[in-house]
């Protein structure tokens, strides 16, 4: 049932009355006699959260291997705890602040699940509850109570410990003592007093990831307390009834943390978060549907579809083969225990879990979508679940219920893999899937932030929004997974334009750019053109760059390149994670490069490139005029090099990876420096010599970059007004116009979201408008055509029209 004002009210007045949950372990849970009414649905709620830990005890070999996994890392925990002392693990020492007891509650959570999941290693040890009481207690009195200050990360004291300690409490059942309950409880009841507000700050509303949080939080701890006020408090969270709405999780908004109108998700204001917060969310979400499903308190019915729809709209673009993109992951990209495969595994057991209780069709969508990603995922397999070492309390790792859950799908039929150009100009986002391969881009404006780099994370993010170029192959699923972060050159990476110098310093607010221009248009399912007038952190080197996108390249032009430091100035073209001493072949016009590993080569006069199992790259400037330099090179780092987070750091372990980087050098104070060249994904050495001469750049300027495409197709960004062929536009924008089966049709966007209306004039007279968005206005169709196109409060989204003919020439 949907919850109004009136309906807390109501139900917080029972708060007293009724009474708490009592259950068996191996037993549906029960109100305890002599109840309040609520008290069936309380218990409800405590038994179905704890599946969520345990699972059911269905028995099959991929459960098996969940259950070892998770075995080897409990019998870790548990042999290295001593309860006898105040300080239960000899590496985490006790004491104020919020460093080390979020990963001391995170460590009995995990001996507890264990001890609490059938057939598990320490299931058989009946002294265990005894002692996980012991540690939950002494964890009470040195460290987190209701009198504990919040000293460090507010995050520790209000979500991440309070939910170790729910799951531990759910686990034991009636092995915890009502009074130990009570007692331990105290600290998540102060803590999260309030769903819709940050104890740590007052008066700070909680929005997306957080307050999904605080409401399962809320749900869960209200149901262990017996308070009927506290599980309404929680569900009415998540539409904010108390804001009236203002902070809703399922209201599409054009500003502040959450999903945007367009698909977008953000989080901390600036930082696109599709997938680590949003994550979170919907994955909060997914539990709270699941544990209220059949109760007196649920969320209703339009909400849940919200959030059933947004699977599809907001997360799905952005997976490939079973692992979440890396430009919408935000500083988690440096976390060990969240790779981009971790971040899509999550997704799914979120989906796994709201097709258990979503009515048809929905059900078997969202079960067609997660089978179609169970199966591509074959790098990292969902079901095949090892190495849980690594995860130290961050992201919830796959385990024997998520395992169990998959299994139990019906046989869905797979949702198909399609095609599509999807641009989500809300957080200066694109996906480019062509059912074989798939990219995006990583770039920052005026309103997107160039990376996130807080609490000792993401230490080598400096250039990760300053046009990274990434590229997705079904043959390299590991790329992004497999130790790339703490390896590569983050100097270099992909289609950045960057200094030789050492980088800027890491700032704690997430930076943004000076410049507006930034984002796209979408042409049709396979075509698409983005633009961004990028400047350095430091505001000494600047440029216009453009990426144009079709079913089987990216042609990548670069323009008014202009640097004083006196540093050289590059573009990486390529940097390529190979893997462990990988020997893929690179031609250079045909030719194999056989130049030692180490040796930096400079290339004159080359036309294309080859990368074995990656790409094929086609220089589209004259033979000569800029030399390419290849390097061949073996790295090695660590992930405590990239993410020295007290709760989240990676291990001091070397990874070496090997590399190859194809680099174009504009040199020492460049001025007006420019590049074009394409990259062919997943392309043959045969198709990528043939693929030069393809295409024609028509113009590569400070103030419009151009490209003629197959199909009679033209690519455009404008960095100021002005004209390319026979179009001409009055100001900024990003455009494609070109014969279709429609017609000659025109779409283009607005990049800085800055202007109000955009003229576009096109040569020649037409016949006919057969077709205009509503946001275009026909001026005139002679001697010119002429047509205003209203930009404003667009946000950055394609407009379209279509005549009967294109222009004659």
């Given at each position: ?426 957080m200066d986002r694109l996906v480019h899937s062509t059912g074989n391969w798939s990219a995006s881009l990583g770039v920052g404006s005026q309103r997107i932030c160039r990376y996130e780099s807080i609490n000792g994370m993401n230490l080598h993010g400096w250039y990760t929004g300053d046009g990274v170029l990434y590229t997705f192959l079904p043959g390299q699923q590991g790329h992004y997974s497999d130790a790339y972060w703490p390896t590569v050159d983050a100097t270099l990476l992909p289609g950045t334009t960057e200094r030789d ?309």
């Amino acid at each position: 049932m949907s919850l109004d004002r009136r309906d807390v009210l109501r139900l917080g007045a029972t708060a007293a009355t009724t009474a708490a949950v009592s259950f068996r372990l191996g037993e549906p849970a029960t109100a305890a006699p002599g109840g309040a009414s609520d008290a069936p649905d309380h218990a409800r709620i405590v038994a179905a959260y704890r599946v969520l830990q345990v699972g059911t005890g269905r028995v099959s070999p991929k459960r098996d291997r969940a259950l070892a996994a998770l075995d080897e890392v409990a019998l870790g925990y548990f042999s290295a705890m001593d309860v006898t002392r105040d300080q239960l693990w000899a590496d985490l020492p006790t004491g104020d602040g919020s460093t080390y007891f979020p990963t001391m509650y995170y460590r009995l959570r995990t001996i507890a699940v264990d001890w609490a999941t059938p057939g598990s290693a320490l299931s058989a040890r009946p002294e265990l509850p005894e002692r996980i009481v012991t540690a939950l207690n002494t964890l009470y009195r040195m460290q987190y109570n209701e009198h504990t200050a919040e000293t460090g990360n507010w995050y520790s004291y209000e979500i991440g410990v309070p939910y170790w300690l729910l799951q531990t409490v759910v686990v034991l059942g009636d092995r915890l003592p009502a009074a130990d309950r009570e007692r331990v409880l105290r600290p998540v009841l102060r803590f999260v007093a309030d769903p819709n507000r940050r104890t740590a700050t007052a008066g700070l509303v909680e929005t997306g990831a957080n307050r999904a949080d605080k409401a399962l939080i809320t749900v869960v701890s209200g149901a262990l307390a017996g308070d009927a006020g506290r599980v309404a408090a929680g569900l009415a969270a998540v539409t904010d009834v108390e804001g009236q709405g203002a902070a809703d999780l399922t209201r599409r908004s054009t500003e502040g943390d959450g999903y945007r109108t367009d698909g977008s998700f953000i989080q901390h204001e600036v930082v696109p978060y599709p997938g680590h917060y949003g994550l979170v969310l919907l994955s909060a979400i997914a539990a709270l549907t699941y544990v209220t499903a059949g109760t007196a308190s649920q969320l209703s019915i339009s909400a849940r579809e919200m959030f059933e729809r947004a699977v599809s709209d907001v997360y799905a673009p952005f997976l490939f083969a079973g692992s979440m993109m890396e430009p919408v992951r935000g500083r988690m990209l440096s976390r060990q225990g969240e790779t981009g495969h971790d971040a899509g595994h999550q997704l799914i057991a979120a989906v796994v879990l709201l097709a258990r209780t979503a009515a048809e069709p929905a059900g078997s969508r969202l079960a067609g979508l997660a089978a179609r990603w169970i199966s591509e995922g074959t790098w990292a397999p969902y079901l095949d679940v090892a190495d849980l070492v690594r995860f130290s309390g961050g992201l919830q790792p796959v385990g024997v219920p998520e395992v169990e859950f998959a299994e139990q799908l019906p046989a869905p039929r797979r949702a198909a893999t399609v095609c599509e150009h999807r641009v989500f100009p809300q957080m200066d986002r694109l996906v480019h899937s062509t059912g074989n391969w798939s990219a995006s881009l990583g770039v920052g404006s005026q309103r997107i932030c160039r990376y996130e780099s807080i609490n000792g994370m993401n230490l080598h993010g400096w250039y990760t929004g300053d046009g990274v170029l990434y590229t997705f192959l079904p043959g390299q699923q590991g790329h992004y997974s497999d130790a790339y972060w703490p390896t590569v050159d983050a100097t270099l990476l992909p289609g950045t334009t960057e200094r030789d110098a050492p980088p800027p310093p890491l700032l704690a607010d997430p930076p943004r750019t000076t410049t507006s221009y930034a984002g796209g248009v979408r042409f049709d399912a396979q075509h698409g053109a983005h633009g961004l007038d990028f400047v350095s952190q430091d505001g000494t080197l600047s440029a216009r760059k453009s990426w144009f996108f079709t079913p089987d390249a990216v042609i990548c032009l670069g323009a008014a390149i202009t640097d004083a430091s006196g540093a050289p100035v590059r573009t990486a073209i390529e940097n390529r994670n190979l893997g462990e001493g990988a020997a893929a072949r690179l031609l250079v016009d045909g030719r194999p490069d056989t130049s030692p590993l180490g040796t930096v080569r400079a290339v004159t006069g080359a036309r294309w490139l080859h990368l074995a199992g990656t790409a094929g790259y086609v220089l589209l400037d004259e033979p000569g005029r800029q030399a390419v330099t290849l390097v061949r090179e073996d790295r090695t780092g660590s992930w405590l090099g990239i993410d020295t987070g007290a709760n989240t750091h990676g291990t001091p372990t070397p990874c070496t990876r090997r590399y190859q980087k194809i680099v174009l050098d504009h040199g020492i104070r460049p001025a007006g420096a420019s590049y074009a060249y394409a990259v062919l994904p997943g392309a043959s050495a045969d198709r990528t010599r043939r693929a030069c001469g393809r295409w024609n750049v028509l113009a590569n300027t400070a103030w419009a970059q151009a490209v003629c495409l197959d199909g009679q197709l033209t690519a455009a960004t404008f960095f100021t007004a002005g004209a390319v062929e026979r179009v001409h536009v009055s100001g900024p924008a990003a455009t494609m116009w070109g014969r279709t089966t429609h017609g000659w049709t025109f779409a283009l966007s607005d990049p800085t979201q800055t202007q109000g209306t955009v003229r576009v004039t096109v040569d020649g007279a037409t016949h006919r408008v057969l077709h205009t968005d509503p946001t275009v206005t026909l001026v005139a169709t002679h001697p010119k055509l002429v047509v205003d196109i209203e930009v404003a409060g667009s946000l950055g989204a394609t407009h379209t029209f279509t005549t009967d003919r294109p222009a004659p020439p």
